[in-house]
């Protein structure tokens, strides 16, 4: 399995930008699938985007359609979540997640997941 370590949450305020990171180890690791998640308190972990292996497939929550971007840069081996437009609902504690399959997919099981980073968002 591949490791994870993300950065990047922090606060800010509603309207304001934050980019996310996920440094992605292993062997294969260009290979794998990503995506990102997030949970907010008393709510269950929900899909937010995802990353096929080459970049070249996209998949968004429909909920962040428009304001946030996923990439990656293999050569790095980082994922980044860019975040725009922010409002107090984007607050929760977000994840990066790998998948074998390569095509970070909604559907996709992600077995490999990062330690979460805290984004809040004030008003």
């Known amino acids: 399995q591949v490791q994870l370590v993300e950065s990047g949450g922090g606060l800010v305020q509603a309207g304001g930008s934050l980019r996310l990171s996920c440094k992605v180890s292993?062997?294969?690791?260009?290979?794998?699938?990503m995506g990102w998640f997030r949970q907010a308190p008393g709510k269950e972990r929900e899909f937010v985007a995802g990353?096929?292996?080459?970049?070249?497939?996209?998949y968004y929550a429909e909920f962040v359609k428009g304001r946030f971007t996923i990439s990656r840069d293999n050569a790095k081996n980082t994922v980044y979540l860019q975040m725009n437009t922010l409002n107090t609902e984007d607050t929760a504690t977000y994840y990066c997640?790998?998948?074998?399959?390569?095509?970070?997919?909604?559907?996709?099981?992600?077995?490999?997941w990062g330690q979460g980073t805290q984004v809040t968002v004030s008003s």
């Open positions: 990353i096929s292996w080459s970049g070249g497939g996209t």
């Open positions: 997640a790998a998948e074998p399959t390569g095509w970070g997919t909604p559907t996709s099981t992600f077995r490999s």
């Open positions: 292993g062997r294969t690791a260009s290979t794998y699938g």
